[in-house]
């Protein structure tokens, strides 16, 4: 498995901006397809983006498509989260996933292997 740690998360108004940053460990990097996903208390995780091994592909969810950018730095071992025109709604605790099977871009959280501790987002109005 990959060890992640996220950091980046903060207290931003609404309509700011903030990048989260998920570093990797302990395998190939870029075997890895990588996710973010998000969870608020009592509710189950949900999918946010996911960009596979290369970077080529990458998906997002309905929510925040246009405003979330997912990338990564194969070279740094790094996925990044780049969210703009933040709105209230967006606050939750924001994890970062792995995916061994680096080609594929899923939604489902039960089907990554490796999680990140969190980090907390929150939105001010």
């Known amino acids: 498995q990959v060890e992640l740690v996220e950091s980046g998360g903060g207290l931003v108004q609404a309509g700011g901006s903030l990048r989260l940053s998920c570093a990797a460990s302990g395998r190939t990097f870029s075997n890895y397809a990588m996710g973010w996903f998000r969870q608020t208390p009592g509710k189950e995780r949900d999918f946010v983006a996911a960009?596979?091994?290369?970077?080529?592909?990458?998906s997002d969810a309905d929510s925040v498509k246009g405003r979330f950018t997912i990338s990564r730095d194969n070279a740094k071992n790094t996925v990044y989260l780049q969210m703009n025109s933040l709105k209230p709604e967006d606050t939750a605790v924001y994890y970062c996933a792995a995916d061994s099977t680096f080609f594929r871009l899923i939604r489902n959280s039960r089907l990554y292997d490796s999680w990140g501790q969190g980090t907390q987002v929150t939105v001010s109005s």
């Open positions: 960009v596979s091994g290369s970077g080529g592909s990458t």
